[in-house]
């Protein structure tokens, strides 16, 4: 199973590639986790760009329903990011 850690700036700064080295499992766990930073760097250019880019070109189909999963659940979590992004990735 691929295991590579992921540099996000340098993902981003290329155009958003997909990590074919990483396990799809750690892209959806690491994505989901940066979508509730307070940092719009890390949320905004980097966490939901990708996955919305690689929702649209089908590299997420395998974890989507998880992804959706964490996502409703975060219609109570107690940041306002978190909340907001939540909607956004279930309207994707």
Known sequence: MPSASVDWP???AAGFPFPGDVAVRRLADELS?????PDPAVRDDHAY???A????DGHLDEV???IGD???RRFTHPD???RSFAALVLAR
Do not use: K
């Open 80 to 82: 306002i990011q978190a």
């Open 53 to 56: 880019r690689w929702t649209r």
């Open 33 to 37: 986790a940066m979508l509730v930073s």
């Open 10 to 12: 340098s993902v981003a």
């Open 64 to 66: 989507l329903a998880d």
């Open 49 to 51: 760009t990708a996955l």
């Open 70 to 72: 964490t996502s409703a």
